[in-house]
């Protein structure tokens, strides 16, 4: 049934079910962080999305969420009583410690920063985190404006695996290059 349904939405929509397969992205990139708990920094997050928040949390992580926007500070910080809620920019962790988490999980956040400022802040995170840093961004180019009054929601970036895979990472691909619904998965282990 389930193959039945999933044929009849890609029917109907043109697409496969990108959820289902950017976890099996994920989990075959990075399987530790579903079975390891840990010190887990989530960047990113907004009131009505929180991409893999539910799977994180049952693999039982001690959650740090890092976000920009205020007002999504104070929502998360109100549904999230499980969490640390921490307003601040990725673009400058020097209040975190080396090493202070075992996972960074940056899912749908790295196109919001200027591809000249990609490197940094993921050296940044990369210093903070002992074990795995995972990423995850629309593959190539995928306009977006500001959302929600949130001005730090606009895509500032185009990004292709060559971004990550010059910095060491393993890179997974989902759907079509610069088409809406693409995804990009980037995974480094230490």
């Given at each position: 049934?389930?193959?039945?349904?999933?044929s009849?939405?890609?029917?109907?929509?043109?697409?496969?079910?990108?959820?289902?397969?950017r976890?099996?992205?994920v989990?075959?990139?990075?399987?530790?962080?579903?079975?390891?708990?840990?010190?887990?920094?989530?960047?990113?997050?907004?009131?009505?999305?929180m991409?893999?928040?539910?799977?994180?949390?049952?693999?039982?992580?001690?959650?740090?969420?890092?976000?920009?926007?205020?007002?999504?500070?104070?929502?998360?910080?109100?549904?999230?009583p499980?969490a640390?809620?921490?307003?601040?920019?990725?673009?400058?962790l020097?209040?975190?410690?080396?090493?202070?988490?075992?996972?960074?999980?940056?899912?749908?956040?790295?196109?919001?920063?200027?591809?000249?400022?990609?490197?940094?802040?993921?050296?940044?995170?990369?210093?903070?985190?002992?074990?795995?840093?995972?990423?995850?961004?629309?593959?190539?180019?995928?306009?977006?404006?500001?959302?929600?009054?949130?001005p730090?929601?606009?895509?500032?970036?185009?990004?292709?695996?060559?971004?990550?895979?010059?910095?060491?990472?393993?890179?997974?691909?989902?759907?079509?290059?610069?088409?809406?619904?693409?995804?990009?998965?980037?995974?480094?282990?230490?």
């Amino acid at each position: 049934m389930t193959s039945f349904l999933t044929s009849l939405k890609e029917k109907i929509f043109g697409k496969k079910d990108s959820n289902a397969e950017r976890v099996s992205s994920v989990t075959k990139l990075a399987p530790k962080i579903f079975e390891e708990p840990g010190k887990l920094i989530y960047v990113g997050a907004r009131q009505d999305r929180m991409d893999f928040g539910n799977e994180l949390k049952g693999a039982g992580h001690e959650f740090t969420i890092l976000e920009i926007f205020e007002p999504n500070v104070k929502h998360l910080i109100e549904v999230c009583p499980w969490a640390t809620v921490i307003q601040g920019d990725v673009r400058n962790l020097e209040n975190f410690s080396e090493d202070e988490f075992d996972y960074a999980f940056w899912w749908h956040g790295p196109e919001h920063i200027k591809e000249e400022e990609l490197a940094d802040a993921v050296k940044g995170l990369e210093k903070i985190t002992k074990k795995i840093v995972v990423l995850g961004c629309p593959w190539g180019d995928y306009p977006q404006h500001h959302l929600h009054g949130n001005p730090y929601e606009e895509h500032e970036a185009s990004l292709y695996p060559h971004h990550f895979e010059d910095m060491g990472y393993v890179v997974d691909t989902i759907g079509t290059v610069d088409k809406p619904g693409s995804n990009l998965t980037a995974v480094k282990h230490f």
